[in-house]
């Protein structure tokens, strides 16, 4: 069988970085998607030839077309793609303009929409295919000061259901993965920064620690392979209880 392509983006850092890993690991030729041309080229020289990469800003809707179009041209094939970019932006309620809204929602939730759209056209020629979106746990539960993110991770999730029940009858699964707690520098910053918000966060994580980049790569790794044939339409929190937990 051909090599499966794999499409990450933001790929080259972070969560993206982990499921980059892992997918190289595990014989899939990854094309990872960032705007940090310097980071995405030593991430590519350090994984090898299964790595690959694409410095676009998927902000810039109108022309992911022409962006998935190449990929496709070039590999002539799309097997998977995993849809972890993402920003945030911590914010008082009532100080979100309805710029800063939008543009969370552009880049967190129509971007998702615009690159699956473009993505499905070649997996439905296939008759396979498998994306993987990444959600929060913004979108389990109430999280103060981050509005804009929630709501599009809310979507998100709505989105994964309603693309599993059009699209699995096509052959393609779509699934999502709402990470809790991770270590990553950006999250032992936050956290320590804040100790209230850090005793929280384990006061209701049954497992009374954060996850590893690893935990959530394992889980979309399983969602995208033929290990989860059967599986289309789901929120797997990778977590350890947080979204569970009192």
């Known amino acids: 069988m051909n090599t499966k392509i794999a499409i990450v983006t933001g790929g080259a850092a972070g969560l993206g970085l982990a499921i980059t890993r892992k997918f190289v690991k595990e014989g899939i030729q990854v094309i990872m998607i960032g705007r ?16 690959a990469f694409r410095c676009y800003d998927l902000q810039d809707l109108a022309g992911i077309p022409a962006l998935i179009a190449g990929i496709y041209e070039e590999y002539q094939q799309i097997d998977i793609l995993v849809n972890n970019a993402g920003i945030n932006m911590k914010k008082a309620f009532l100080e979100v303009s309805d710029a800063d809204f939008a543009g969370i929602i552009h880049t967190n939730l129509q971007a998702v929409f615009a690159i699956s759209r473009e993505t499905v056209q070649y997996m439905s020629k296939a008759e396979s295919g498998a994306i993987v979106h990444i959600s929060s746990m913004a979108a389990q539960y109430g999280i103060p000061k981050v509005i804009a993110y929630s709501a599009a991770k809310t979507g998100v999730e709505g989105m994964t259901r309603a ?3 059009e699209l699995s009858p096509l052959g393609i699964r779509i699934n999502c993965v709402a990470p809790g707690f991770i270590k ?63």
């Open 36 to 51: 940090n041309e310097a980071t995405l080229t030593a991430v590519a020289n350090e994984l090898g030839p299964l790595c």
């Open 163 to 165: 693309m599993a029940t």
């Open 184 to 246: 990553t520098a950006m999250s032992a910053k936050a956290l320590d920064a804040d100790p209230e918000r850090k005793n929280k966060v384990f006061s209701r994580t049954p497992m009374g620690k954060m996850g590893e980049p690893e935990d959530v790569a394992e889980a979309v790794y399983f969602l995208s392979v033929d290990s989860s044939k059967y599986i289309t339409g789901i929120v797997m929190p990778v977590d350890g209880g947080n979204s569970i937990g009192f």
